[in-house]
């Protein structure tokens, strides 16, 4: 089958590789119908996370089931299904209490050795562990080009602005306006957010959230601390929620959060380094809480409820869309910050 590998840091290409078996009594094996490109695979593509040549990438995608191991009860060949990014066992005692990233077992689909060694799903077809618990049905009424958002970044949105969890009055500022600081802000507004303030230095992903209902700050053009303080009586934002996985956005949270505000940490961080003043943060009364891997399958309904409801339209997002085959132009696009989204469609 057709996949996209990692070829060398800031390199992949679409090879051949063996199509997945079936050797899990509680697996299946999905046909791909559209994959995505993620942030995180950013940070695969650039090593940030062990990574060896030929490993398949690619966590985003959704799919018709083609085979299902004996134990399997929820699901059938023909069935169109989204796979959760991250992998879960369903029984642990992490999983019982709804947090499925932590599950002693998880994996990542696409992450190399950091992700458990789990083949990735940009690819014809993907093998899912645990099927019951790793797959999503998907209504009829969601289509492909919604449906790969609810594995992974669009729940991510909503976990992270139900963690912000903004009171009547309160200023939420989102640090990041790429998928995940997008989604996290639709969420925001849908949940009935008064005042959502998204940050960023690219034009065209800051008019997609001015058209989503929130006031923007070109950071470019505007010092975020100052730009927050203007609006806010000079006390800052009482909720920041980090976006993007970098220190630089991370210290810039910190910038523009108010004495006593929260801060929700959703990028994706892997060996990265920040230095901490403790006596600062202490000094400020500052909460700071890190979603970490968002436990997907915890957020599924919800992120599916609100897609249905219109409340949360990912589309706007998607600015490319292309073959499988023409994968290392799309990460090209989307490294150099060119696309918002690629869908990629075998």
């Known amino acids: 089958m057709r996949a996209v590998v990692f070829v060398a840091e800031g390199r992949v290409e679409v090879a051949d590789v063996p199509e997945p078996v079936l050797d899990d009594p509680a697996g299946a094996i999905v046909r791909v119908s559209r994959a995505a490109i993620c942030g995180t695979d950013l940070h695969v593509l650039h090593r940030k996370v062990p990574i060896e040549p030929g490993d ?49 077992d998880s994996k990542v689909f696409g992450a190399g050795a950091f992700g458990g060694d789990l083949p990735g799903a940009q690819a014809e077809f993907v093998a899912v562990p645990a099927a019951d618990v790793n797959l999503f049905a998907l209504p009829a009424a969601i289509d492909d080009d919604r449906g790969v958002f609810l594995g992974d970044v669009l729940p991510t949105g909503v976990a992270a602005a139900a963690l912000a969890a903004p009171a009547p009055g309160e200023t939420t500022a989102v640090i990041g306006a790429g998928p995940v600081g997008y989604l996290t802000t639709r969420a925001l507004l849908g949940a009935g957010a008064e005042r959502v303030v998204v940050l960023d230095r690219e034009p065209e992903r800051l008019e997609l959230a001015r058209r989503a209902g929130a006031e923007v700050i070109d950071i470019r053009e505007r010092d975020p601390e100052m730009a927050l303080a203007s609006i806010t009586d000079d006390r800052g934002a009482d909720v920041v929620i980090e976006a993007v996985g970098s220190t630089e956005a991370f210290s810039s949270a910190l910038d523009v959060v108010r004495r006593g505000g929260r801060i929700i940490v959703a990028g994706v961080f892997a060996g990265e380094i920040a230095e901490m003043q403790l006596g600062v943060w202490w000094a400020r009364a ?40 023409d994968a290392a132009s799309g990460y090209d696009l989307f490294d150099r910050r060119v696309a918002t989204k690629v869908l990629l469609q075998p």
Do not use: K, N
């Open 56 to 104: 398949v990438l690619g966590h985003e995608a959704v799919g018709i089931v083609e085979q299902v191991g004996p134990a399997v009860g929820r699901f059938a060949a023909g069935d169109r299904v989204v796979l959760s990014y991250v992998t879960a066992c369903g029984s642990c005692w992490f999983c019982l209490r709804g947090e499925t990233s932590l599950c002693q």
């Open 286 to 325: 500052l909460q700071v809480r890190f979603l970490g891997q968002c436990p997907a399958h915890a957020w599924w309904e919800a992120g599916r409820d609100a897609v249905l409801a219109g409340t949360i339209d990912p589309t706007p997002l998607i600015s490319h869309r292309m073959p499988l085959d």
